[in-house]
């Protein structure tokens, strides 16, 4: 790595907000990453934290700008060694990759062993978020490409799939035909994932007053099979997680892609390029 230690510090306290994670992480002592950033200040002449009681390190405004830039500098860093290895018919390196929870474990997980039994010399960090939450690692440089679902806005993307929203009905109202997302029956669950897709895709004002939001949608499908309420889903998250459930249709046509987005697909770094290269085999896209 040729970017400096103290800048590599830096980059991870930002990312952890806490000098105790990042001194575990990195193996040395918590003196020494305070020291690291103490030197970087000093070299910079500028503060980049300041603590607050609630939320401990935050970010000053230069600090955040700073940040930004040593995304950019780590990513240049990684693809400048990557490239080195390439030369010598080596892939190492790391590979970060955002994605959705649920692409998690029903695309990456299913491409993660053979691509370490074939790279074992290359780390892999997947980080999971929101549509929302995806976009903006994205635009900050935080990973290399990223797993999402539509719209994928300005950055390059391949669409791997095809989906739409549709509804799972409790065994108790298995006789209703549709559901209109603006006068809905009754309690309706939906994870935050697809509550953003609803909300980017639905013109109408959706009906608010008796959804429940939760994080995963294995915990929305189970509330479901469990009589809690009628669920929100795409179809994919239902093939995967309820497969033979019957799938109501939704009166809201909101069809979107899944796809691998990032600034440019043609410029992801060696190891990167490979992990994506797979992805799309495993999708019959190659």
């Known amino acids: 790595m040729m970017i400096s230690r103290n800048l590599e510090v830096f980059l991870r306290v930002a990312e952890e907000g806490s000098v105790t994670r990042v001194a575990k992480m ?4 918590q003196p020494a990453v305070s020291n690291a950033m103490t030197r970087l200040e000093e070299d910079l002449g500028i503060r980049l934290f300041f603590r607050d009681k609630r939320r401990g390190l935050v970010l000053t405004s230069a600090g955040q700008k700073i940040l930004h830039l040593a995304r950019q500098m780590e990513d240049l860093d ?16 790391r590979v970060r990759i955002a994605s959705l929870t649920l692409l998690v474990s029903t695309i990456l997980s299913r491409v993660l062993h053979a691509y370490q039994t074939k790279y074992p010399g290359v780390s892999i960090e997947i980080k999971e978020g929101t549509p929302g939450d995806i976009i903006c690692m994205v635009e ?12 994928f806005g300005k950055f390059d993307s391949l669409v791997l799939a095809h989906d739409r929203m549709v509804a799972m009905l409790p065994k108790h109202s298995r006789d209703i035909a549709e559901i209109d997302l603006t006068r809905l029956p009754g ?3 939906i994870n935050r994932p697809a509550f ?3 909300l980017d895709f639905v013109r109408e004002p959706v009906s608010l007053e008796h959804i429940l939001t939760v994080e995963m949608a294995e915990t929305a499908i189970n509330m479901v099979l469990d009589g809690t309420g009628i669920g929100i889903f795409s179809a994919y998250t239902m093939d995967a997680l309820a497969p033979g ?3 109501c249709p939704l009166k809201q046509n909101i069809a979107f892609d899944i796809g691998i987005l990032a600034h440019d697909l043609t410029e992801l770094t060696p190891a990167s390029q490979e992990f994506a290269r797979m992805i799309k085999a495993r999708f019959g896209l190659l």
């Open 26 to 29: 990195l193996h040395i002592s």
């Open 140 to 151: 900050d440089h935080a990973v290399d490409f990223a797993l999402s679902c539509s719209p």
């Open 187 to 189: 309690v309706t669950i």
């Open 78 to 93: 990684n693809r400048i060694t990557q490239t080195a290895f390439r030369e010598n018919n080596l892939v190492e390196g």
């Open 245 to 247: 459930h019957v799938q």
């Open 196 to 198: 953003e897709t609803i």
